[in-house]
């Protein structure tokens, strides 16, 4: 863990903050800030706390956590309201769950004549201790994000407003899933607390996952 790429990485969430402007923001020098991010130096107990509340993290964040768990393969960190569309979804609950259900929704859009669809998906939450501790399953969601001309039978059609999301671009997520996806994740909820933004789980889909070789990963916010 570094002291130092904690403090690059809080400036980077915050809008890119410069390092001048957080100097002015200290009452310090810059070469002081350059210095600390080198890890040549470590803040006094008051500058420490004060870089604590300019970005909403605590002293165990900046010194004792390795907050930047980004890599080359993140990129386009952002803030955007989705605009509103409608879905029909699909949970299945196994050991394997994804494979099953985003199938499924590419199956019916085929079916359908629905040309490049778009599939996203997010963990199902409802699933037993027995289900995950002893039978090692876990649940999925797919859902299929209809075109406006398109309208199914015999499915039930879900819709959901214009939001506010905050987003992450992953070009590679497969390369490595297990770290890659939940590194973003971590990242989007980092880019969160530093700029005051709190999640949103109410009446709309609270986070999710655009399929693909590439990715975007969502989570609802205001």
Not at 83 to 105: H, K, L, N, Q, W
Not at 142 to 159: R, T, W
Not at 176 to 185: D, L, Q, R, W
Request: negative net charge.
């Amino acid at each position: 863990m570094s002291f130092g790429k904690n403090l690059q990485y809080l400036r980077q969430l915050s809008k890119n903050m410069t390092q001048e402007a957080l100097a002015e923001k200290l009452n310090v020098s810059r070469q002081t800030i350059s210095k600390w991010e080198m890890d040549a130096a470590n803040p006094e107990m008051d500058k420490a706390l004060e870089i604590c509340k300019i970005f909403n993290c605590t002293l165990d964040n900046l010194f004792r956590e390795e907050m930047d768990k980004r890599s080359d393969a993140y990129s386009n960190l952002r803030v955007e309201d989705v605009a509103g569309f409608r879905y029909i979804a699909y949970t299945v609950i196994s050991t394997e769950p994804e494979s099953d259900t985003v199938g499924r929704m590419y199956k019916i859009a085929k079916e359908n004549g629905i040309e490049n669809p778009k599939v996203i998906g997010w963990d199902f939450p409802n699933v037993s201790q027995e289900q995950v501790n002893v039978f090692n399953m876990h649940g999925y969601t797919a859902a299929l994000v209809l075109p406006e001309d398109v309208s199914l039978e015999g499915y039930e059609i879900k819709e959901q407003a214009t939001h506010k999301y905050v987003a992450i671009h992953i070009e590679r997520p497969f390369e490595n899933p297990f770290v890659t996806i939940p590194g973003a994740y971590h990242t989007l909820f980092d880019f969160m607390r530093t700029n005051g933004l709190e999640r949103v789980e109410d009446e709309v889909i609270p986070c999710f996952e655009t399929d693909g070789e590439s990715m975007d990963v969502y989570i609802a916010c205001k």
